[in-house]
């Protein structure tokens, strides 16, 4: 069975190139819409739905960079590949942070532009079958999950860095999954096959990071007994992921942004330069920008790391994921232990749902952790919860008890839960099912789907 074809919209001013590019794009199998500009472009998107937007950068109007922004607000899933003519670094930057999935640079060769189309086409086939797989049931708690607005939008970002090969900066309070998000970038890249390799800034001594990033030849330190590979060279081909790069010593910025930079380095003591191919990948969870005004964090290692940026979202905002994350938990868990999934009274699924976790989802792994152990093999019930879970919300008024010695399945559990909490939140917002969705951290359209009722007019 053959899937459908791919349905492109080009936006190009230049009536030669557009019709070059649109006869091109049909020979190769792509079902084409063509426009002169960027209104024309946002009326054809308005009217039909498309895979993939070429589109140019300078557009008489409406922009290309203009018309991509209210693509993507209106569609976040949309992979846009945008035509520029001017080569330097910064519009490549520019057009990377402005949420594109690819660019190329005038001229191009056609087969160049068909090639990077056709690598666009297959990571958005990869990305359907990751978020597929992520949201099914039995998923491993390696993944990103979720359906709450905040969880797309960062599955998207994600989708669309892994296509690029450029540097990520990813930030997040701690225990948001930032090694997690940069293992998905890895995955879904065409580096997949090669080494992901992961360095903890903070946890190397400053005296030993260069080394440690670079190498080192027999006899360049005391100690320093063989010569020693450097986690650039065992990166080599892959990515080299920089945890906690908030915490590198301002000794060492310097020698990291030139390797960046040129792509070679010198082992320690030895005066031979080495080439690499390696795309870096960084995570803090500080605020590297005020940093920068400190003077503790360079700005131009700064600019060289945040080419795109990817903010993981607290559990907070994705409250709506935690019924699915807590079900995924416990079942890891339970095939861990070779248990059957332990049930949970509804006052523990809602201390659950309506917690903080300032800690994020590591906190409430070690939470589910906790309880799996008291309950010794039983239901858990709110007592084998961390007390700061159910004396900080209001989960205590939101349980529903069962008949004395019943306990529910989970899903059954969760599922009423979820109506009855969103039924208070309708009561407290008078019934306007927008401001509900809005407050739940949810789309109108979800909000629908769990009352299975009709949507307001």
Same mark, same amino acid.
Request: charged letters at 25%; glycine letters at 8%; one cysteine or more.
């Given at each position: 069975m053959t899937s459908a074809p791919t349905r492109?919209?080009?936006?190009?001013?230049?009536?030669?190139?557009?019709?070059?590019?649109?006869?091109?794009?049909?020979?190769?199998?792509?079902?084409?819409?063509?426009?002169?500009?960027?209104?024309?472009g946002w009326a054809a998107a308005q009217r039909e739905s498309f895979d993939i937007v070429l589109c140019d950068v300078r557009l008489p109007g409406l922009d290309g960079i203009a018309l991509m922004r209210r693509l993507r607000e209106a569609d976040p899933g949309l992979a846009v590949v945008l035509m520029t003519a001017?080569?330097?670094?910064?519009?490549?930057?520019?057009?990377?942070?402005?949420?594109?999935?690819?660019?190329?640079?005038?001229?191009f060769e056609m087969e160049e532009l068909l090639l990077r189309l056709g690598r666009v086409r297959r990571e958005r086939e990869l990305s359907a079958q990751m978020e597929q797989a992520a949201r099914g049931? %039995? /998923?491993? &708690? @390696? $993944?990103? =999950?979720?359906?709450?607005?905040?969880?797309?939008?960062?599955?998207?970002?994600?989708?669309?860095?892994?296509?690029s090969d450029v540097s990520v900066l990813i930030t997040g309070e701690t225990g948001t999954g930032k090694e997690v998000c940069a293992h998905m970038i890895h995955q879904a890249s065409h580096r997949a096959e090669k080494p992901f390799v992961a360095v903890n800034c903070a946890a190397i001594p400053e005296n030993l990071l260069e080394s440690e990033l670079f190498?080192?030849?027999? %006899? /360049?330190? &005391? @100690? $320093?007994? =063989?010569r020693r590979e450097g986690r650039f060279g065992v990166a080599d081909g892959g990515i080299l992921?920089?945890?906690?790069?908030?915490?590198?010593?301002?000794?060492?910025?310097?020698?990291?942004?030139?390797?960046?930079?040129?792509?070679?380095?010198?082992?320690?003591?030895?005066?031979?330069?080495?080439?690499?191919?390696?795309?870096?990948?960084?995570?803090?969870?500080?605020?590297?920008?005020?940093?920068?005004?400190?003077?503790?964090?360079?700005q131009d290692l700064f600019y060289r790391l945040n080419v795109v940026d990817i903010r993981m979202p607290p559990v907070r905002e994705r409250r709506a994921d935690i019924p699915a994350l807590v079900a995924e938990i416990?079942?890891?868990?339970?095939?861990?232990?070779?248990?059957?999934?332990?049930?949970?009274?509804?006052?523990?699924?809602?201390?659950?749902?309506?917690?903080?976790?300032?800690?994020?989802?590591r906190e409430l792994i070690h939470a589910l952790e906790r309880a799996v152990a008291l309950a010794r093999g039983g239901g858990i019930r709110v007592e084998h919860l961390p007390r700061a879970m159910v004396v900080q919300g209001p989960a205590h008024e939101l349980a529903v008890p069962t008949e004395t010695g019943q306990v529910e399945p989970l899903g059954q559990a969760v599922e009423r839960f979820e109506k009855e909490y969103i039924q208070r939140v309708l009561t407290k917002v008078e019934g306007h099912k927008g401001r509900a969705a809005q407050a739940l951290g949810i789309s109108r359209k979800s909000l629908w789907q769990r009352l299975k009722g009709p949507p307001d007019r």
């Open positions: 492109l919209l080009l936006v190009e001013d230049d009536r030669v190139v557009r019709v070059t590019l649109r006869d091109a794009l049909v020979d190769a199998g792509y079902q084409v819409d063509a426009c002169a500009d960027g209104n024309a001017y080569a330097d670094y910064k519009d490549a930057v520019e057009v990377m942070r402005a949420g594109a999935r690819d660019y190329v640079v005038k001229p049931p %039995g /998923a491993a &708690t @390696g $993944a990103i =999950r979720g359906d709450s607005p905040a969880t797309r939008l960062l599955l998207d970002r994600i989708d669309a860095a892994a296509v190498g080192h030849e027999k %006899g /360049a330190f &005391t @100690g $320093a007994e =063989r992921f920089l945890d906690e790069v908030g915490e590198l010593p301002v000794s060492q910025q310097a020698k990291l942004l030139r390797a960046l930079e040129s792509g070679t380095f010198e082992p320690v003591g030895s005066s031979t330069s080495r080439t690499v191919d390696v795309r870096i990948l960084a995570a803090t969870n500080r605020n590297l920008q005020e940093a920068v005004e400190a003077g503790t964090f360079r416990l079942e890891s868990i339970a095939r861990r232990l070779g248990r059957a999934v332990p049930e949970l009274d509804p006052g523990a699924v809602a201390a659950l749902v309506t917690y903080d976790y300032p800690g994020n989802v």
